[in-house]
């Protein structure tokens, strides 16, 4: 079998991941929301990752990509090699789990799956869970941006703004997008920006999976998002316009990308276009 052959598909079943607990290369990351969803119970063998360790941390947005030596550390301390199988959950219904698989994206590392529904849908199936810590194996990982496609920024956004061929997916609710509510400087969204709040493609009776495909095409089509298209996705802060990066991925859109510093950049500045 080549490692090819080997790959787990982009969005995994509990049960498919259930019968692969035991290879070992295979690494299972918990990102959860609350670091006591981990200690309470994991998908077996799963090590724990602080979801701020995703996110640069500092100066006026904090959650930009951190630096590629940043990556470098926490990918070598997670024991990331070329080979790695990384499959990605949390507590939460995917928003830090496709951060995490989104950074992998952009470092060019494609090796990646999202345990569907993560620790709920886990749980649902009633799939055994451990209470036992993992330590990686640390490795020497070099991270470089290899795939800075999976990246827009403000520049690049503004330009590409009123293209027929071009759409914004703001995952924000839909308060924050019609500028009622927001902690920023300007309250609003992106002109011709459309609004489906990420929360809207989970299905809460099945774990907070993902809705089922065709019904989330047909409505996201609805509101002028086809896969042909290219799509900037975005949020505050990038964590939840992940999982609507993710959902793109799955739904067959290939030029789907993350808009990294997102509202918080756009709507504190004083020369970015917003509508209300």
Same mark, same amino acid.
């Given at each position: 079998?080549?490692?090819?052959? *080997?790959?787990?598909?982009?969005?995994?079943?509990?049960?498919?991941?259930?019968?692969?607990?035991?290879?070992?290369?295979?690494?299972?990351?918990?990102?959860?929301?609350?670091?006591?969803?981990?200690?309470?119970?994991?998908?077996?063998?799963?090590?724990?990752?602080?979801?701020?360790?995703?996110?640069?941390?500092?100066?006026?947005?904090?959650?930009?990509?951190?630096?590629?030596?940043?990556?470098?550390?926490?990918?070598?301390?997670?024991?990331?090699?070329?080979?790695?199988?990384?499959?990605?959950?949390?507590?939460?219904?995917?928003?830090?789990?496709?951060?995490?698989?989104?950074?992998?994206?952009?470092?060019?590392?494609?090796?990646?799956?999202?345990?569907?529904?993560?620790?709920?849908?886990?749980?649902?199936?009633?799939?055994?869970?451990?209470?036992?810590?993992?330590?990686?194996?640390?490795?020497?990982?070099?991270?470089?941006?290899?795939?800075?496609?999976?990246?827009?920024?403000?520049?690049?956004?503004?330009?590409?703004?009123?293209?027929?061929?071009?759409?914004?997916?703001?995952?924000?609710?839909?308060?924050?997008?019609?500028?009622?509510?927001? *902690?920023?400087?300007?309250?609003?969204?992106?002109?011709?920006?459309?609004?489906?709040?990420?929360?809207?493609?989970?299905?809460?009776?099945?774990?907070?999976?993902?809705?089922?495909?065709?019904?989330?095409?047909?409505?996201?089509?609805?509101?002028?998002?086809?896969? &042909?298209?290219?799509?900037?996705?975005?949020?505050?802060?990038?964590?939840?316009?992940?999982?609507?990066?993710?959902?793109?991925?799955?739904?067959?859109?290939?030029?789907?990308?993350?808009?990294?510093?997102?509202?918080?950049?756009?709507? *504190?500045? &004083?020369?970015?276009?917003?509508?209300?």
């Amino acid at each position: 079998m080549s490692s090819e052959d *080997n790959l787990l598909p982009l969005i995994v079943e509990p049960e498919q991941l259930e019968a692969r607990l035991t290879e070992p290369s295979l690494l299972i990351i918990d990102v959860p929301v609350k670091a006591e969803s981990y200690t309470q119970g994991h998908v077996p063998g799963a090590i724990y990752l602080d979801h701020r360790a995703l996110l640069s941390g500092e100066g006026e947005i904090p959650n930009d990509v951190p630096s590629v030596e940043a990556l470098s550390t926490l990918f070598s301390s997670l024991g990331l090699t070329r080979d790695t199988l990384v499959v990605a959950y949390d507590d939460e219904g995917g928003g830090w789990a496709a951060r995490l698989l989104w950074t992998l994206d952009l470092i060019g590392h494609t090796r990646y799956s999202y345990l569907n529904g993560g620790i709920h849908a886990w749980r649902q199936d009633g799939l055994p869970v451990s209470t036992e810590s993992h330590t990686p194996e640390p490795s020497d990982y070099r991270a470089e941006i290899l795939n800075p496609e999976a990246l827009i920024d403000r520049h690049e956004l503004q330009e590409k703004l009123g293209k027929k061929t071009f759409a914004v997916w703001d995952a924000r609710s839909r308060a924050e997008y019609d500028g009622e509510k927001g *902690n920023n400087k300007h309250l609003g969204h992106v002109p011709g920006a459309v609004n489906m709040e990420w929360t809207l493609a989970m299905d809460p009776d099945r774990g907070l999976r993902i809705r089922d495909y065709a019904e989330l095409i047909t409505e996201l089509e609805a509101l002028g998002l086809t896969p &042909d298209m290219e799509v900037a996705t975005h949020c505050q802060g990038h964590h939840r316009s992940a999982f609507t990066w993710l959902v793109g991925k799955a739904l067959g859109f290939e030029k789907i990308r993350g808009y990294a510093c997102s509202w918080k950049e756009w709507g *504190n500045r &004083d020369d970015t276009p917003i509508e209300k």
